[in-house]
């Protein structure tokens, strides 16, 4: 047997047959149609040495077998089918079955754009539960008042209001550092992935220290102890501290690693450079984003507003009504989908566009990036919107449940504590599976078009041969790349955190604390993800050569071959 680390071709003897029922694991070995079609991998400018015509147009299979290419098969564009010849099983059969390797890429010179509509239900379900949530806040907005407590009660919605300005500040500021680090990455790969080795540790203990020296400088209360949000603070500040040393111990382990590392971010950086179009996309569905940001938090404030005065000794409380509690569950569940759709519809986006510049890229007159990401993103947002909303449905169902039981377990006190600490703890296991298993579906959506079930199976094989050894040697990429955005959102969380307890003198300065965490986490993220779905999408299509014998870069597979 014979193969890379990450996939192996066992050699079958001449005239085994195959059946459906083979072993997944199992590939006969055909004779690799490997076409020189990386000019840049040797250091020569495509432009010069672009590939003859011929290659193109007057190559023709050498066999009766119908010339299945990797480009027609996962890229819309039915081959020609033999009169001899028929096709059964659904695509992603075809594209896992064992198929004659052409002599030429017959073709290929003509990119389709035609998708048929893919799990509409899911789509349809996701406009009216956002319809209902529009409807919800604007009752929120002329139903609330929050005068009264503008002169007695100072509570979540006070502390947001006093806040809000800062929250703005921080959405400005990470929109603007995630642009930054982009743009830098792009043209500094190298230097920039060895920067961010070194100065993370730096970075995390920095956080650490003033976070638990501020900890000990806030007010005292009137019987001289300390703020229970103060002490809070101070477990909360080894967070990054830990953060930092789990870093530091994966590189030192994985440091071997790290050169490989650079050249997959550094193939991902040019595919980018080919490809500015990826970029606007993603700015755009970050705007998008923020501005539903600043409407949820607009929202979600008022929902604090339910509630009435309540007198007590010497002082009056606020107390929440009983219809509170699901309301707040409602739109932090659709904050939770709304930001899982626009982060699958860039997902998708970028998978197609990738696709397009690996199998098309060296085609004459059929590769050209500003007519292909236009197309790509009215797929996402049309054809498979509704794979997409089925997507995040399963991920906002996970995060959610995990989000719930955790502030459960916080609440709980005595025998039920446990038991509810353990289930959160499970769930936050498998809301990291699922989330990187729907990745790669996702991504095969992009590059398919099937519907999510049906990439879903068909990525199952491909994870199965390929892809469980890629998300090991992965780890050490995505960890660099989001990374960063992790320990910029423990800094601005810890500030705000810092601003509303000791500035506002504010008994609920944890919440401001979560939003500028979560807030910045999503923005920054954004622009994490264009790198990370770059990786991943090209991964995948290294897969694909795989499985289909060929090669469409050299240096994809150079970068994933040599991972282990």
């Known amino acids: 047997m014979s193969g890379s680390l990450f996939y192996s071709v066992p050699t079958i003897e001449a005239g085994t047959e195959d059946s459906d029922g083979r072993d997944d694991d199992s590939m006969p070995m055909h004779e690799s149609y490997m076409p020189d079609y990386d000019s840049d991998d040797d250091g020569s400018d495509s432009s010069s040495q672009s590939p003859p015509m011929s290659l193109f147009l007057d190559r023709h299979p050498q066999s009766e077998a119908p010339p299945m290419t990797p480009a ?62 529009f409807i919800l806040g604007i009752v929120l907005l002329f139903t609330t008042s929050s005068s009264i407590l503008d002169e007695h009660i100072y509570n979540i919605f006070s502390v947001i209001k006093s806040s809000a300005g800062m929250l703005t500040f921080v959405v400005l500021i990470s929109a603007a550092l995630g642009t930054l680090w982009l743009v830098t990455l792009r043209s500094f790969a190298r230097p920039v992935v060895w920067v961010t080795v070194l100065s993370v540790p730096c970075f995390a203990l920095i956080i650490f220290i003033w976070s638990l020296v501020s900890s000990f400088q806030g007010p005292r209360q009137p019987d001289g102890g300390r703020d229970p949000q103060d002490t809070g603070l101070t477990f909360l500040s080894m967070l990054p501290l830990s953060v930092g040393s789990l870093f530091l111990s994966v590189i030192y382990f994985r440091r071997k690693y790290i050169g490989r590392t650079t050249a997959i971010i550094e193939l991902a950086c040019e595919i980018l450079k080919d490809n500015p179009d990826m970029f606007f996309v993603s700015v755009g569905l970050m705007l998008v984003h923020v501005v539903f940001t600043a409407i949820w938090l607009v929202f979600f404030s008022r929902v604090f507003l339910i509630g009435h005065i309540e007198n007590t000794v010497g002082k009056g409380s606020w107390v929440l009504e009983g219809n509170f509690y699901p309301i707040a569950a409602y739109l932090i569940f659709m904050y939770m989908w709304t930001s899982a759709v626009l982060s699958n519809v860039q997902r998708v986006t970028l998978a197609n566009v990738v696709s397009k510049w690996y199998f098309h890229r060296h085609e004459p007159f059929a590769y050209h990036s500003s007519k292909i990401t236009e197309p790509a993103l009215i797929n996402a947002t049309t054809t498979s919107f509704g ?34 600490a353990l289930l959160a703890t499970f769930c936050a296991l498998v809301q990291g599976l699922v989330e990187n298993f729907n990745n790669y579906t996702l991504i095969y959506v992009g590059i398919t078009g099937e519907s999510l079930f049906a990439a879903a199976r068909s990525a199952s094989k491909i994870f199965h041969r390929n892809l469980l050894w890629g998300l090991i040697s992965d780890f050490l990429t995505k960890l660099i790349l989001f990374i960063y955005s992790t320990l910029f959102s423990l800094l601005t ?32 993220g954004f622009f994490t993800h264009i790198m990370a ?9 290294y897969a694909i050569d795989l499985d289909t014998n060929t090669c469409h870069s050299n240096k994809a597979h150079s970068a994933f071959g040599s991972s282990f």
């Open 493 to 524: 969380g810890f500030a705000a955190y810092i601003f509303a307890t000791h500035h506002l003198h504010s008994p609920y300065g944890y919440v401001i604390g979560i939003l500028s965490s979560i807030i910045p986490y999503y923005i920054t």
């Open 387 to 420: 794979s997409i909303c089925l997507g995040g449905l399963f991920i906002a169902i996970v995060q959610f449940s995990s989000f719930a039981l955790r502030n459960t377990a916080k609440k709980l006190k005595g025998h039920s504590f446990p038991l509810f």
């Open 72 to 133: 027609s098969i996962y890229l819309d564009v039915p081959p020609p089918v033999s009169a001899k010849s028929t096709t059964t099983g659904t695509l992603g059969e075809q594209l896992l079955a064992p198929t004659p390797i052409p002599s030429g890429p017959t073709g290929w010179t003509s990119i389709s754009y035609k998708r048929n509509f893919k799990d509409p239900v899911f789509a349809a379900l996701y406009i009216l539960a956002l319809a209902v949530y």
């Open 533 to 541: 779905i770059t990786v991943d999408a090209t991964f995948l299509c």
